[in-house]
């Protein structure tokens, strides 16, 4: 057989892969990339529009991100970080926009007011807290607060319409939120790169193993799911943006980077609207608090979407669980990803998450009128009628070695690469799609240290794409001015500004 050569393999035609190809496309476009999607489609798993909740996630209104302290104070790095890194996101879509790389930005995001909302004493006063801490800094300076219901039903009138009115509630918005099509984003990605004729995307091709080769290239075995062919292709470099595939890709690498792994799935379900009347009466992505013991992902939120042009209401997620990695993986892709060196993480993960997996087992077992319930809480005036329930996306969080707990579960992503750095995988799942160019950039700097250099031609390249790369790590919340420019910039190029 004979044996096709790539400078760069990608495998999963999902937001990670399509980023990184496109970002290595500009750095060197010398280069040869091949993806290869084992789908009929591309961005048809997590990536697709109807399979998230498209939040540009920059921290506004998730909760979860903001902990409250044993002193009362509220821990904001984490909300400073995840705002930095949508902003950095932004600003790749910006540039690539003005390139003509990427069409009209309404075409993949959307303003959308992001707004938190709480009821009940002691959460109220945690949301005020929050957002006085927040509100020190120049990234959140913009945040309104209220508590006054005659403001909250101009906000989310859905919301506050036949809601107790005895009920002590309050509401903290920012108007330039966003809601992004991140299928939409992929698809535009690749169709560009498909303007390269560098470029090969495969599709209905599974990759089934992958070996080193002679010469430092990898060795990748790919099967055709519609003519059974079987076809084998040697790398230069190899990043595995296979969603919940990347696990069991770097496990048959055989590489030791990934000793001590595991995969932990959790599946999801939301409530969908696309009844006119209702949608049209709601603008916005109101975030509440999860209840305690759920995991950080099953915040519930009532989320205006635009997906190619549709409008929705999405209310969710109700988290779930399934031993598959993708949502058209099979049953036995968890057991088939237990080794000898992620056994005792994995058992250790389960007995020190016992809430955590009594309430995965509740979620799956609730019914209709149970998800009903909990958007009533939310939305009070709500009707059966008009809400279907819908799958989504699957998330398989990270399990992995800790000294003093043996095994612990991580709710983050991570960038695993060999100690070569010719192969490299995306694991883990949250906060997702939002900072997929922050997390793009940590792997291209891991894996081509000397080509990202200071003053080195990629960059060089880089910073012309996104202005931040040219300051020291965490600019973006400690120069102020910095911080205006590129957000201004943003807002303008991706039509953010809020309408009245
Ligand atoms: C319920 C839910 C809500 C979310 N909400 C948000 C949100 O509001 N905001 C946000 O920023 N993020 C959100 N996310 C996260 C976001 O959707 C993901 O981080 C992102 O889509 C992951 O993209 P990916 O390219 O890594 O994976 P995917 O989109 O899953 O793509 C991986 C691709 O690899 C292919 N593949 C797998 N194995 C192989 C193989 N062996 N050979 C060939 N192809 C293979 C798959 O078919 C798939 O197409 C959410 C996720 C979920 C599940």
């Not at 560098?198 to 992958?210: A, G, H, I, Q, S």
Request: charged residues 20%.
């Amino acid at each position: 057989m004979e044996i096709q050569k790539t400078d760069v393999l990608v495998v999963g035609a999902g937001i990670m892969s399509a980023t990184l190809a496109s970002m290595l496309k500009q750095l060197n476009p010398e280069f040869s990339i091949t993806m290869v999607e084992r789908l009929d489609s591309i961005a048809a798993e997590s990536t697709s529009g109807w399979n998230n909740a498209g939040t540009g996630h920059a921290a506004y209104c998730e909760l979860n991100y903001t902990s409250e302290q044993s002193d009362g104070s509220i821990e904001i790095a984490k909300a400073l970080k995840i705002n930095r890194a949508f902003e950095t996101t932004m600003q790749f879509w910006s540039f690539l926009v003005e390139q003509g790389a990427l069409p009209s930005p309404e075409n993949f995001i959307n303003p959308t007011p992001h707004m938190s909302f709480v009821w009940g004493e002691d959460n109220v006063r945690f949301l005020k807290n929050r957002f006085e801490t927040l509100t020190q800094h120049a990234q959140f300076a913009d945040m309104e607060y209220s508590e006054d219901k005659d403001t909250l039903s101009q906000w989310m009138p859905l919301i506050m319409e036949g809601r107790d009115p005895n009920q002590k509630v309050a509401a903290t918005r920012v108007p330039y939120g966003s809601d992004v099509n991140f299928s939409a984003v992929t698809r535009y990605l690749i169709e560009h790169l498909n303007t390269h004729d560098d470029f090969e995307l495969v599709l209905n091709t599974d990759v089934v193993d992958l070996k080193p080769d002679v010469d430092g290239l990898w060795r990748i075995e790919m099967h055709n799911n519609q003519t059974d062919q079987k076809r084998v292709l040697n790398a230069g470099f190899v990043f595995l943006g296979a969603g919940g595939g990347a696990l069991p890709l770097l496990q048959k690498s055989g590489v030791n980077e990934v000793l001590g792994y595991g995969g932990f799935p959790v599946s999801g379900q939301w409530l969908v609207c696309k009844t006119p009347e209702v949608v049209e009466r709601h603008w916005g992505k109101v975030y509440g608090k999860a209840s305690i013991g759920s995991p950080p992902m099953s915040v519930p939120h009532l989320d205006t979407r635009i997906i190619d042009g549709q409008k929705a209401l999405l209310f969710g997620p109700f988290a779930g669980f399934s031993t598959k990695f993708l949502i058209q993986g099979s049953w036995l892709d968890l057991f088939k990803s237990i080794r000898f060196s992620n056994l005792l993480p994995m058992i250790a993960v389960a007995l020190s998450n016992f809430s955590l997996i009594k309430y995965l087992v509740k979620e799956v077992l609730q019914s209709r009128s149970s998800h009903l319930a909990a958007l009533r809480e939310y939305f009070p005036n709500a009707q059966d009628k008009d809400w279907t329930l819908a799958h989504a996306g699957q998330r398989v969080q990270i399990i992995k070695k800790d000294p003093n707990k043996i095994g612990k579960l991580e709710f983050g992503t991570e960038v695993v690469y060999t100690k070569d750095k010719t192969l490299s995988a995306l694991l883990g799942a949250s906060p997702g799609a939002s900072v997929v160019v922050p997390a793009m950039i940590e792997l291209l700097e891991a894996c081509f240290p000397e080509k990202l250099a200071e003053n080195a031609q990629w960059r060089i390249k880089l910073k012309e794409m996104i202005e931040s790369q040219g300051y020291p790590k965490g600019c973006l919340s400690r120069d102020d001015s910095l911080l205006k420019r590129v957000r201004e910039r943003n807002l303008n190029i991706l039509k953010l500004t809020p309408k009245s």
